[in-house]
């Protein structure tokens, strides 16, 4: 061992800080993703839900090679997408919803436009007198198959209890293995009405070769005031990277 290494590895055990030494998991899912998953490359980016923005900004970050493909139905929230990301050429917007099957939908506007959920796919029920839009329903595979969209990389889906609905959306994508990344939010609390359970999107997720890869965003029940859980942002990978990434040994240091 070279006198530069022994000297690295005196001050790694003396600190307790080791070169290389993996952060600890599940305070930022890019950070996770590169160590863990060296041969992962993200080039398709989709953000189903995408409100203002505030995601895509997000990914044109963490992901500075991928093309990011924004999603957000409602016709004014649509419109600050578009107006907030005007200024890059890597991102699409669609002013779009997805679900199960192709059809027309109500979304309930209702709260601020990040907690907009369409009727049907949420087991909350709307106020009395709320405001709703009509929208456009299209499923995943259709979409991808339309826009000749053969892999994503990174699927981000956020839309206040229609999640399981729109996985179910995409089981020929899901199935071939074409998504490698799933994102999505999970209610974490039987008290939580406006989120799908996480263990129902486990087990549909696992079904399809998909596997926990790491949990964030950790919000507590905020409307009670209560610490336990009432939401996360689970991430899963796909067997088919997991066998690719497998076979990458990181170097010694």
Aim: aromatic share 8%; with cysteine; glycine share 6%.
């Amino acid at each position: 061992m070279s006198l530069r290494r022994k000297i690295e590895a005196l001050a790694g055990h003396l600190t307790g800080r080791r070169k290389n030494r993996a952060p600890p998991r599940g305070m930022d899912f890019a950070l996770d993703i590169a160590y863990a998953l060296p041969l992962f490359r993200a080039s398709i980016v989709f953000d189903v839900g995408a409100n203002v923005g505030q995601s895509a900004k997000l990914f044109l970050a963490k992901f500075p090679d991928s093309h990011i493909y924004c999603f957000e139905p409602v016709t004014d929230t649509y419109h600050l997408l578009q107006h907030n990301l005007h200024d890059t050429e890597r991102v699409d917007c669609h002013q779009l919803a997805f679900g199960s099957t192709t059809r027309t939908g109500e979304m309930i506007l209702q709260g601020s436009s990040d907690m907009f959920f369409l009727l049907g796919q949420s087991s909350e029920l709307p106020n009395k007198e709320v405001r709703s839009e009509s929208v456009n329903i299209d499923t995943l595979d259709a979409f991808c198959r339309a826009n000749k969209i053969d892999r994503i990389s990174f699927l981000k889906i956020d839309t206040e209890g229609g999640d399981l609905d729109v996985l179910r959306g995409a089981e020929m994508m899901l199935g071939e293995q074409r998504i490698d990344i799933v994102q999505v939010e999970a209610g974490m609390s039987p008290t939580n009405s406006r989120h799908v359970p996480f263990q129902s999107l486990k087990n549909f997720l696992e079904d399809h070769g998909y596997y926990l890869f790491g949990i964030y965003e950790q919000v507590k029940e905020w409307p009670t005031g209560e610490p336990h859980l009432r939401r996360t942002n689970p991430v899963f990978i796909s067997q088919q990277v997991i066998d690719k990434n497998r076979k990458q040994k990181r170097p010694r240091t």
